[in-house]
Each structure stands twice: as structure tokens, then as C-alpha cells.
């Protein structure tokens, strides 16, 4: 789902009430980080993110780069709704679940 007129599975639900800006917020979102990434460029993401293990702000925001496992992003959406993941890289959930994001 890319757009206003296309909006994800569950868009009408509570969790994932937003209001227009909100929807267009999440959508520009989907664009800046959905990014594909080979195996090599998520183990170097993941090897940055380490150095910052101890500063857990940090090693969040790097590791947010990475794809999320399609698993987790569904369930997070489940529980925690569109706005909780809008700042992940869900190409790889988008891949295996075409409608939910």
C-alpha cells in the first residue's frame, strides 16, 4: 500500500485511527525507509549497531534500518498499530505481506 486511496489492512481499526497529516506522515515514511538491503549491507548495519549496545537510543535507530522480520512487523501492527512501526524498514514484511503496510 503506497498511498491515500491504498491504505493498509486494518487502516479503520482503533490501533490505526490517524488523521490525514498522520496518513501522510506514515505514508512518506514508507518511501524514506523501506529500503531493500543484501545479507552484507544488513550484517554491516547490524556491526555499526553493535558499537552502540550500550547507548540503546542509538542502537535502536541503526537497527531500525535493517528490514524488520515480517513475523514481528505483523505482530507489532497487531498490537501496536501502523504509527508504532511507521519509522522501520518494512521492506521485507511488504514483500510478504503485500496488504498490511
Known sequence: MTDMDHKPNGWNLPINQMTEEEWIDYF????????????????QTSIEACKFIDDEY????????NPLIPDIAIAAKACHGLKFIKDFNLSWAKEVYPDEF
Open 58 to 65: 542509538k542502537y535502536v535507530e541503526i537497527t531500525k534500518k
Open 28 to 43: 512518506e515514511c514508507r518511501k524514506k525507509y523501506d529500503i531493500k538491503k543484501t545479507r552484507e549491507e544488513i550484517t
